[in-house]
């Protein structure tokens, strides 16, 4: 009888250790994946903090002049080591001398390694100093970006060009007469693309060769026509090659394919004046918005020039309200904010803010409070878009990881 009393007792405190060593891998098991997540998703909200707080800071850098500087994180190794360990006690009332307690404990060590390197170098600054291309300015307009917000953060200027002369309208709140005829315009593009009517496509143009047949080695037509229309003329033995080439951005009011040829090669003969960093618009009459006919071109600032056009917004050229021209188009929910971005200065950290930077003992936010709470997240959204449009990539030192051990 005592025999099998103590051969139930061994039984029993077998289970109990094999309970234990379950548990203890079922632990490993569960804390590597929580950890890993919950380092990605840190590290990546640290990263994000880090570029939002730059570049509000050389915002007001800017606004005082000072040279503006990025550093950015090229390199993050997180080592994750996770120990565990399982014991047991006699319990502490009851059957003491037969009912053992089991007893677990386990730790978590971190150990990042986090690898920051300064953004300079010729060609991150010659990137800063060069006004954004046209392709940009598109790329964005395709995420359902507001068109009047675009071209207030990134167009220089808006020249309208007349059949007698151009005239050239500058974004800047100190030039009263310019700075309020180009909002004008931008609220007119406004309009056209809230009623879904603005296009903002490459001018397809058609390019056209004739060449005598017996120039074309027969061997070679049939790549010819992989590249080209091929039209063969037996009055004169000749061959036409007629290819598609895509032109110049063109804004407009109407679908741009519908163009004659001979009305894109008039636009073509036009754009050959026009730098890469020129956006050309055409809004006819006849079409949505055609009340108010105009053509020409916005110039586009580089991401140096929006720091700095963002941070005298936050002295003596802030921007003010403009009405739209009559001849405009409603504007949906009269969307039409004084600040292409309003910020908020203070002497306390403010509250009711996504975040704030400290800077000679005041402290500066995005407005995100009020009536245009969403438009100026959407406009820092933007400006964080433009920066990594901008950014070349980072030196990386080693490979990438996040490692866990056991």
């Given amino acids: 009888m005592k025999y099998k009393k103590k051969q139930s007792r061994y039984q029993w405190s077998f289970l109990q250790r094999l309970l234990c060593l379950s548990v203890m891998i079922l632990l490993a098991g569960c804390v590597s994946p929580m950890a890993l997540n919950r380092a990605v998703i840190a590290y990546d909200e ?52 037969a009912t053992l307690m089991p007893i677990f404990g386990g730790s978590l060590a971190e150990s990042p390694t986090i690898s920051i390197v300064p953004i300079e170098g010729e060609e991150f600054t010659q990137r800063l100093l060069t006004p954004f291309p046209q392709s940009k300015l598109t790329l964005l307009l395709r995420q359902h970006f507001d068109v009047d917000m675009l071209l ?152 140096h020039s929006i720091l700095g056009f963002l941070g005298k917004s936050l002295g003596y050229e802030k921007g003010y309200h403009v009405e739209k021209d009559a001849r405009t188009p409603p504007i949906l929910h009269n969307e039409n904010p004084d600040q292409t971005m309003e910020f908020m200065a203070s002497n306390s950290s403010p509250s009711d803010v996504d975040f704030s930077i400290r800077w000679n003992d005041r402290f500066y936010a995005v407005n995100t409070v009020g009536s245009h709470a969403r438009w100026n997240r959407d406009a820092f959204q933007l400006l964080f878009l433009l920066f990594q449009m901008t950014v070349t990539d980072l030196p990386r030192i080693g490979v990438p990881s996040i490692t866990i051990a056991k």
């Fill in 46 to 97: 640290a990263v994000t903090d880090s570029i939002s707080q730059q570049l509000l800071v050389n915002i007001v850098r800017a606004h005082y002049r000072q040279p503006v500087h990025f550093t950015g994180v090229s390199n993050i190794a997180a080592t994750f080591t996770f120990s565990a360990n399982a014991g047991a006690m006699p319990a502490l009332g009851g059957l003491a001398g």
């Fill in 152 to 303: 207030r953060m990134m167009a220089q200027e808006v020249r309208l060009m007349n059949p007698e002369q151009q005239s050239v309208y500058r974004n800047n709140p100190s030039d009263k007469a310019g700075y309020e005829m180009f909002r004008r315009v931008v609220l007119h593009f406004s309009a056209i693309q809230d009623h879904n009517q603005l296009y903002a496509e490459p001018l397809l143009l058609n390019h056209t060769w004739k060449i005598p047949s017996s120039s074309i080695v027969p061997d070679s037509f049939q790549s010819l026509q992989k590249e080209f229309t091929v039209h063969y003329h037996a009055e004169d033995d000749t061959f036409t090659l007629r290819k598609q080439i895509p032109g110049p951005i063109l804004i407009t009011n109407y679908d741009p394919d519908r163009l004659s040829e001979e009305e894109r090669e008039a636009l073509n003969e036009r754009a050959r004046d026009w730098d890469v960093s020129d956006i050309a618009f055409d809004i006819r009459a006849g079409h949505y918005g055609g009340e108010w006919p105009m053509s020409g071109v916005f110039r586009l600032r580089s991401f």
